[in-house]
T-cell receptor
Framework: AQSVSQHNHHVILSEAASLELGCNYSYGGTVNLFWYVQYPGQHLQLLLKYFSGDPLVKGIKGFEAEFIKSKFSFNLRKPSVQWSDTAEYFC?????????????FGSGTRLSIRP | DAGVTQSPTHLIKTRGQQVTLRCSPISGHKSVSWYQQVLGQGPQFIFQYYEKEERGRGNFPDRFSARQFPNYSSELNVNALLLGDSALYLCASHGGGSNYEQYFGPGTRLTVT
């Protein structure tokens, strides 16, 4: 079955530190990839997405992610985190041409930023 | 423009009862999906509806059902509630097409006691 793995369950960083959250998926064909963020008490929001083209995609709030097809990975990065980045981050995939736009989410990574 | 709205915000039910959750998509969006998010896990796909027809179903028992109305709003029904049904139920809407971008509502927190 298709799955999405996020190996870091909880990451704690100090402000201004660099961030990299890992994401791997298990599907051999073309996929559409996403990172969603859930700030405390708020809705799930889309951070960035990759469908095709440049494997380095930029999202909102200074986040970026790199798609590496050979590694089945789509890691999220930010050069310098802020306290306001404290949130839960979810990697997700959609299999194109499926009959439903079913998003398959990873289990999430909780990011805590020390002021 | 209003985003995706869901009601109620919170709900407490006892085992064996039935519950109905409601969702209104973004204006102009014809597709609604439902997800269950258990504490500490990512959301799990339950259903997708497009133009009032079921387009997809996740690995959930028949106790879970849904429907979509002519105005594209949707209801999720869960019968014979179990303790394990306690979760945040999320609704997402999208306009269809190939961009796959879905917009999530705030969710309904269901607690089964």
């Amino acid at each position: 079955a298709q799955s999405v793995s996020q190996h870091n369950h909880h990451v704690i960083l100090s402000e201004a530190a660099s961030l990299e959250l890992g994401c791997n998926y298990s599907y051999g064909g073309t996929v559409n990839l996403f990172w969603y963020v859930q700030y405390p008490g708020q809705h799930l929001q889309l951070l960035l997405k990759y469908f095709s083209g440049d494997p380095l995609v930029k999202g909102i709030k200074g986040f970026e992610a790199e798609f590496i097809k050979s590694k089945f990975s789509f890691n999220l990065r930010k050069p310098s985190v802020q306290w306001s980045d404290t949130a839960e981050y979810f990697c997700a995939v959609i299999l194109p041409h499926s009959s439903a736009s079913k998003i398959i989410f990873g289990s999430g990574t909780r990011l805590s930023i020390r002021p | 423009d209003a985003g995706v709205t869901q009601s109620p915000t919170h709900l407490i039910k006892t085992r064996g009862q039935q519950v109905t959750l409601r969702c209104s998509p973004i204006s102009g969006h014809k597709s609604v999906s439902w997800y269950q998010q258990v504490l500490g896990q990512g959301p799990q796909f339950i259903f997708q509806y497009y133009e009032k027809e079921e387009r997809g179903r996740g690995n959930f028992p028949d106790r879970f059902s849904a429907r979509q109305f002519p105005n594209y709003s949707s209801e999720l029904n869960v019968n014979a509630l179990l303790l394990g049904d306690s979760a945040l139920y999320l609704c997402a809407s999208h306009g269809g097409g190939s961009n796959y971008e879905q917009y999530f509502g705030p969710g309904t927190r269901l607690t089964v006691t």
